[in-house]
C-alpha cells in the first residue's frame, strides 16, 4: 500500500460547483497533514494545514479522520483559477513531507 | 525578501554523466530539502540537510549525494545519470528542526538523454 493515496483525477467541473477531493494515508504515527496546490510545471505551493478539528479557509474545507486515515479538501464556488493539481501531504519525523501523486482539478467555463 | 532559489532552470545532460544542482534557502532559513518529481507524479523525497550534515535520507541511490554550505545554501550532486532520472528536482528551505512551512524554489528540470 503507498504511503499516500490519492485519485488522480482529472475532476472536472463548471464554474461554481462544489467539489471533494479525498486522499488516504498508510502510517497511523503521521503527525502533520496539508493540502499543496500545484500548477502546471511550476512548484508546489502550500494551500491549507489540516487539522483534527476541521479547518476552513475562504472556500476551501479541510478535514482529518485520524481513526479512518482519511484526509479531504472541498472547494466550494469553484473559480477557473482553481484549475491545478492538488496535492495531499503527510509528515512524519523531521519535517519530511510524503506526497500523494496529485488530483488534477479542470473547472470550465 | 528573497524566496527559494534554484539553478539552473534547465539542465540537458547524457547517461554516464554527472550534474549539480543549486539552492539558495529563503533568508531566515537553515534547512534546505530536497525532492525529486517525475512526470506525472508527486515529489519524492531525497534528503535533507539541517547544520551541514544530512539529516535524514529518503528512499535514493548513493549516486544522489548532496552538501550543505555555512550559509545555509545546499547543493544536490548526481553522478552516473540515468535515463530515469529525467525529473523536476525542487529544494525546500525551512527553519529549525521540528516541522515548519516548507516553501519551494521553481524547481530544476533535469533531462537525461
Known amino acids: 500500500r503507498k504511503e499516500v493515496e490519492q485519485d488522480p483525477g482529472p475532476f472536472n467541473v463548471p464554474e461554481g460547483a462544489t467539489v471533494a477531493f479525498n486522499c488516504t494515508y498508510s502510517?497511523?504515527?503521521?503527525?502533520?497533514f496539508f493540502w499543496y496546490r500545484q500548477d502546471c510545471r511550476k512548484e508546489p505551493k502550500l494551500l491549507m494545514s489540516?487539522?483534527?478539528s476541521g479547518n476552513e479557509d475562504g472556500r476551501f474545507t479541510a478535514q482529518l479522520n485520524r481513526a479512518s486515515q482519511y484526509i479531504s479538501l472541498l472547494i466550494r464556488d469553484s473559480k477557473l483559477s482553481d484549475s491545478a493539481t492538488y496535492l495531499c501531504?503527510?509528515?512524519?519525523?523531521?519535517?519530511?513531507?510524503?506526497f500523494g501523486k496529485g488530483t488534477m482539478l479542470l473547472v470550465s467555463p | 525578501d528573497a524566496g527559494v532559489t534554484q539553478s539552473p532552470t534547465h539542465l540537458i545532460k547524457t547517461r554516464g554523466q554527472q550534474v549539480t544542482l543549486r539552492c539558495s534557502p529563503k533568508?531566515?532559513?537553515?534547512?534546505v530539502s530536497w525532492y525529486q518529481q517525475a512526470l506525472g507524479q508527486g515529489p519524492q523525497f531525497i534528503f535533507q540537510?539541517?547544520?551541514?550534515?544530512?539529516?535524514q535520507r529518503g528512499n535514493f541511490p548513493d549516486r544522489f549525494s548532496g552538501h550543505q554550505f555555512p550559509n545555509y545554501s545546499s547543493e544536490l550532486n548526481v553522478n552516473a545519470l540515468l535515463l530515469g532520472d529525467s525529473a523536476l528536482y525542487l529544494c525546500?528551505?525551512?527553519?529549525?528542526?521540528?516541522?515548519?512551512?516548507?516553501?519551494f524554489g521553481p524547481g530544476t528540470r533535469l533531462t537525461v538523454l
Open positions: 525546500a528551505s525551512s527553519r529549525g528542526t521540528r516541522h515548519n512551512e516548507q516553501f
Open positions: 502510517n497511523s504515527a503521521s503527525q502533520s
Open positions: 489540516v487539522y483534527s
Open positions: 501531504v503527510v509528515i512524519g519525523g523531521y519535517s519530511t513531507l510524503t
Open positions: 533568508s531566515g532559513h537553515d534547512t
Open positions: 540537510y539541517y547544520e551541514e550534515e544530512e539529516r
